[in-house]
């Protein structure tokens, strides 16, 4: 499975670390608007060419941040995706806030990734082929999303990882079965409770990418991943550790964790140049 993966991690570690440890900068427009030096960063990775996904801190917030301001930071970021505003588990505001936002700004559709969100199953999978078939007419012809999110806490189901990791699991297999998927739409996965759910999607090469911070913060927790990650959910979040040193990090299971969830996702184990200074005995790398 050849799928992008991006993970959070600590802001003093971004300029010489991002490039191992992801495939590409998921940029929080939250932290952007809190420290300039962030937002200073992201600009310098997009110069660079840097692959970049500007995401409107929906899942910190419990919505997405303004329009306006989301708008402002795409045209300054120019990032490969922007994940367009949305509403936790709510189909309707998220469906208003979406066309809104791309009615009033047409030039984002190719780039901008909707979420589908929902109070049930049901209304999640209605959300998504709403997206999944819109189309606007701009520039002179039909306008479609290249993407669309998927999420992972669902409202309906029991706030305990293995039961939410679970339902996206039984959502993605649902959707499956019943062709609602469109197989020539990419997709990305929002976050995960359990890294052992993405050992589900191997054949799902309609993924395109994934993001979470779950195996940098189980590092930082000093959690070691096993062969299918950890069940319980990191107590670190990104914004806790945000403003952690280098001298407080322990690179050995830093990137030991990384590659364990690199090989969950894909089912190999990476192959690749580590540091001179990683010790791949530590952790029992492979």
Partial sequence: MNVKISHEIPFSIIDEHQDFISDYMFVLLHKILEDKEYANLALEFSDHGEIIYLDNSCFELGESLDNELLYEWYQRIEPEYVILPDVLGNKETTLQRTMEFVNSYPDTISQGMP????????????????????????????????????????????????????????????????????????????????????????????????????????????????????????????????????????????????????????????ERKYPDWIDRNKYGYQ
């Fill in 115 to 270: 979420v589908a969100q929902g109070a049930t199953q049901d209304e999640l999978i209605d959300c998504y082929k709403q997206f999944r078939d819109f189309g606007l007419e701009f520039g002179g012809q039909v306008k479609h999303f290249d993407i669309i999110g998927i999420p992972f806490v669902y409202s309906w189901a029991d706030k305990e990882p293995t039961t939410q990791a679970n339902e996206r699991i039984k959502l993605l297999k649902r959707m499956v079965e019943e062709e609602i998927i469109d197989l020539n739409l990419k997709h990305h996965l929002l976050g995960t409770w359990q890294a052992r759910e993405f050992s589900h999607y191997r054949d799902y090469n309609w993924i395109y990418s994934v993001d979470t911070s779950n195996p940098v913060m189980a590092a930082l927790d000093g959690d070691i991943y096993g062969n299918m990650g950890r069940l319980n959910k990191p107590k670190s979040s990104f914004d806790s550790v945000y403003n952690l040193q280098p001298e407080e990090i322990d690179f050995n299971l830093l990137y030991k964790n990384v590659d364990k969830f690199r090989e969950i996702v894909t089912g190999e184990w990476p």
